[in-house]
């Protein structure tokens, strides 16, 4: 195709309303207001097309004026918070509902009974809520058009959970909250799920990486079958006392013998369940070592290389379409904008005005920063007409962040004596002192931390540490001072370890003041009293250890260092999409859990504070080591419970209790959950890791290899950006061709 060549041509009528332009004179030859609104619905479409492209948002929506208002209003940052603010008042609706989790503790030894709030209270948040839902799914249904919304099965799974939440709604009501089961808490977290395109992509690639997963996760399952019957015919005897112990304590039946297994595999039992053999007769220490060496060395480390590679195949390919939707949004929008121009004797040239771009950029919402990089790179091609390569180039600065930070300029003053004053508190020195203070300050804490160890609290004498640590505070009071004094006010907010060491300056300064006023000053035998949990002093002491802090400034100058630190800085980032798939999976088994184990765990009778020494009871079980708060009670407590179990530290206590208290069919239920959390999160949660820190390391390596210093102008910012560097670029033809297919703008050759 000659580049002098229009690519897409527009036609009047169609599916749906279009700008219509066909050549540079299109204005003049309406004439008119019809002419000047068909040029604004141009533009109008422009700024929403790049508005998708910036967000990877899909194209295939309603482009006629009334629809974009709505489209652009849905989208701005108000009707956006409101929208999150529902799903997280949705979500926290848990805490509240009955069984409520306003209770200070959740022991059931000690816990009182909770407030629960009256029928009509949260359901009236709720209904709230749900009507919000309502209103957003109606209009996403309309902005996508009937023939597309029975397409989508996140929007036609929107509306069936809707349906369900609102059923269910009336029946409370109808039973006066008196219902055994609210079926709509378990739909909550689709709420979250369906707002996050990145979510939805995280969820997909699992679902795609599921029968990799499966196939190792049988080979697991084998591998506990074979070990299972080897250890029940190997422990079957009563030949000695240790293998009949062995036997009796972790292989008494089938059930048995496969959940020690299956804890050893996590070594969380590990070498509790091979004492008891071991002790009589150290062959048996074979047994163990070989099933650990396959099971948690081989096995469990083969699935982490699978889930990595197919997760990571399969989120490339996800990234791959939201890279092609970004260009497609671009060319879409070249493509309303491109006009002909003709010059005398000249071939006919096809591409976009500079000027029409400035205008259609005014009304795009972006950073700021990218809408200054991108005028400025239009600007430079003067009046020129831009082509769909240089189009397209422009708003590759989306694809990156500038890092270098700007700062206002330094205040000016006359006298001589302020101007070496403001040099020397603005040089990189006097940071440096800043960090020796920080350094000595640190340094007395721990030594009289190790002096005052063995010392009973009340016999304390904090005279010294008093005044020492009066003198660290009016320090850094001053370093403020002294550092707004050279780099101004401006120009101390605008570097964010400034707003953080003045911030933390203000509170030990108010922390002081209230210490002294309390307490007065220090003086031989000063030791403040304690009011309530901690006293001014101790939130004092707590406070101050916050300024260590100050020493990650030195990490940007150690390269190494400086690539770890920035892989958890990304990490930090683009945990939104990996933590929003973790809160639901969390809640979804709190609200299980709940329902499946609320009041199992209870106290016995006569015995509510039972002590470790307690013979009645088995060491190391759920009531010897007082683990009485780890349970279902209410949402607040059976978060922290699976918490506990997907660390796995001590699992199989959990594993042990529930089975007694509530039936042997529990451990489906805590295995299921160890599988979710700890083998597939986990590892999901390790191949993002270990992704971004190669493609940390490989671009520290391939720019030193090409300048041999490290300078990074631009640094990623999103899941998208991390992987931009190995996506492929889509090519013109499907560009074409996707726009040809456009539901609601019709674009032809």
């Known amino acids: 195709m000659a580049e002098s060549e229009p690519l897409l041509s527009r036609v009047r009528g169609g599916r ?3 700008c219509g332009v066909g050549s540079p004179a299109f204005r003049g030859a309406l004439g008119g207001p019809g002419a000047e609104a068909g040029w604004d619905l141009c533009f109008d479409q422009a700024v929403v097309f790049i508005e998708d492209a910036i967000q990877y948002r899909s194209i295939n929506h309603r482009m006629d004026a009334r629809s974009m208002w709505l489209y652009r209003w849905y989208y701005s940052d108000t009707c956006q918070w409101i929208l999150s603010f529902t799903i997280f008042l949705i979500l926290c609706l848990a805490f509240i509902e009955t069984p409520s989790s306003f209770t200070s503790t959740s022991d059931v030894r000690y816990r009182m009974a909770p407030w629960n709030p009256p029928c009509g209270l949260t ?10 839902f309502v209103a957003d799914l109606s209009v996403k249904s309309y902005l996508v058009g009937w023939v597309q919304f029975w397409k989508n099965l996140w929007l036609l799974g929107y509306l069936l959970v809707l349906i369900v939440s609102l059923t269910d709604w009336t029946v409370s009501l109808s039973l006066v909250c008196h219902e055994p ?20 992509k995280t969820l997909k690639c699992i679902r795609w990486s599921l029968p990799e997963m499966a196939s190792v996760v049988l080979l697991l399952a084998l591998h506990l079958c074979v070990f299972t019957m080897l250890g029940m015919l190997l422990f079957a005897g009563e030949k000695d006392d240790g293998q009949d112990r062995e036997r009796l304590t972790y292989f008494r039946n089938l059930p048995e013998a496969l959940t020690s297994l299956l804890v050893l595999l996590t070594t969380a039992n590990n070498p509790d369940v091979m004492v008891p053999a071991y002790s009589k007769n150290r062959a048996y220490a074979i047994f163990f070592i070989i099933f650990t060496l396959i099971g948690s060395l081989f096995l469990m480390n083969l699935l982490t290389a699978i889930i990595y590679n197919q997760f990571r195949g399969y989120l490339m390919k996800s990234l791959q379409a939201s890279l092609f939707r970004k260009r497609l949004g671009t060319r879409a929008a070249y493509e309303v904008l491109s006009s002909t121009a003709e010059g005398d004797g000249q071939p006919r040239g096809v591409g976009v005005k500079p000027q029409d771009l400035l205008q259609v950029l005014q009304k795009v919402q972006m950073d ?5 990089a991108i005028m400025e790179m239009v600007r430079s091609h003067g009046g020129s007409l831009l082509s769909a390569d240089e189009f397209q180039k422009i708003f590759n600065e989306l694809d990156k962040r500038r890092t270098k930070e700007q700062h206002p300029p330094w205040p000016q003053y006359q006298s001589p004596f302020l101007q070496s004053a403001q040099f020397l508190f603005g040089h990189l020195y006097f940071d440096y002192l800043g960090n020796l203070i920080v350094l000595a300050n640190l340094v007395s804490i721990c030594v009289f931390l190790v002096i005052d160890a063995d010392v009973v609290p009340r016999n304390r004498d904090d005279f010294v540490l008093g005044i020492l640590n009066c003198v660290f505070v009016l320090y850094y009071l001053v370093e403020m ?4 004094f050279a780099l101004g006010l401006a120009g101390y907010l605008s570097y964010p370890s400034n707003v953080f060491d003045g911030l933390v300056t203000i509170a030990l300064l108010v922390l002081e003041l209230s210490t002294l006023a309390v307490y007065r000053f220090p003086h031989p035998g000063w030791k403040p009293e304690v009011q309530g949990l901690l006293s001014l002093w101790d939130m004092l002491r707590l406070v101050n250890m916050l300024i260590v802090f100050r020493f990650l400034r030195i990490v940007p100058s150690m390269k190494l260092m400086a690539v770890v630190a920035s892989t958890i800085l990304d990490l930090i980032k683009n945990m939104r999409a990996f933590g929003g798939i973790l809160v639901v999976v969390y809640y979804v088994f709190a609200i299980i859990g709940i329902n499946l184990f609320r009041g199992v765990i ?3 009778p006569g ?38 179990v997907m660390v796995v530290n001590n699992w199989q206590v959990f594993l042990d209790a529930y089975r007694r208290y509530s039936g042997p069919w529990s451990k489906i239920y805590f295995v299921m959950w160890w599988l979710v959390s700890s083998v597939i999160w986990v590892n999901l949660f390790l191949a993002l890791i270990l992704e971004n820190f190669l493609h940390k390391w490989d671009r520290r390596s391939h720019l030193q290899s090409v300048s041999g210093v490290l300078e990074t102008t631009y640094e990623m910012s999103t899941v998208e950006l991390l992987f931009r560097d190995i996506l492929e670029e889509p090519a013109e033809e499907e560009l074409v061709e996707k726009l040809k297919r456009h539901p609601h703008v019709q674009l032809c050759r």
């Open 16 to 18: 749906g309303r279009h």
């Open 181 to 200: 089961l609210r079926i709509r808490r378990l739909f909550r977290p689709f709420f979250l799920l369906q707002n996050s395109s990145m979510m939805k």
């Open 481 to 484: 001072l002294l550092k707004v």
């Open 123 to 132: 359901e009236g948040i709720e209904v709230l809520c749900l009507l919000v």
């Open 368 to 372: 700021r920063t990218y809408k200054q």
């Open 602 to 604: 209870v106290v016995p």
């Open 607 to 644: 015995n509510g504070s039972l002590a470790p020494d307690n013979g009645s009871v088995a060491c190391g079980s759920y009531e010897q080591l007082e683990y009485w708060a780890n349970n279902f009670d209410d949402f607040a407590a059976a978060l922290v419970t699976l918490w506990n």
